[in-house]
């Protein structure tokens, strides 16, 4: 990589990690450790609100691809993303979530990690993707389930 495109690259993640703090942790509530950002402020109107944070996320993995970050941080980075955009949808949970649980800055730090530090891909990504997979299959199969034990109950 040649001198311009490692400052273009590193005013980038500058520019990303900067969006991030924005949205997650700018602001701090006076007498405790705990921050907030945009995203949950924003969340509260409703519609566009929650799509603020889920949509960063996708540029976040954007970055990614294009420092080329290993797939399995990338789907994990997407996991992070779907769930950030999951919890958003439900009215002032996923605000409150946004206060304990940093989508972005997480997602930010994984890109730090894998695309500018060369940390290889540990057992935990894979764990963590491998989980979430899990989780989302048998979220899938639940409401199948469901029907099959009620018509059990009823015939």
Not at 73 to 87: C, E, K, P, Q
Not at 110 to 127: F, K, M, N, Q
Not at 132 to 137: E, F, K, L
């Amino acid at each position: 990589m040649n001198n311009r495109a490692g400052a273009e690259s590193l005013a980038d993640l500058e520019a990303v990690r900067r969006w991030a703090r924005l949205l997650d942790s700018q602001f701090r509530i006076p007498g405790t450790k705990l921050t907030f950002g945009l995203d949950p402020i924003i969340g509260l109107v409703p519609g566009v609100g929650d799509l603020v944070g889920p949509v960063f996320g996708l540029v976040v993995v954007a970055h990614a691809w294009k420092r080329r970050v290993p797939k399995i941080v990338m789907a994990r980075m997407l996991v992070n993303a779907g769930l950030d955009a999951f919890f958003g949808i439900i009215p002032l949970i996923g605000d409150t979530i946004d206060l304990f649980w940093k989508a972005n800055l997480a997602n930010v730090l994984l890109l730090e990690r894998h695309a500018y530090e060369r940390h290889a891909v540990g057992r935990a990504d894979r764990l963590f993707v491998g989980a979430a997979i899990v989780v989302a299959v048998l979220l899938a199969l639940l409401p199948i389930v469901i029907v099959v034990w009620i018509g059990r109950q009823l015939f």
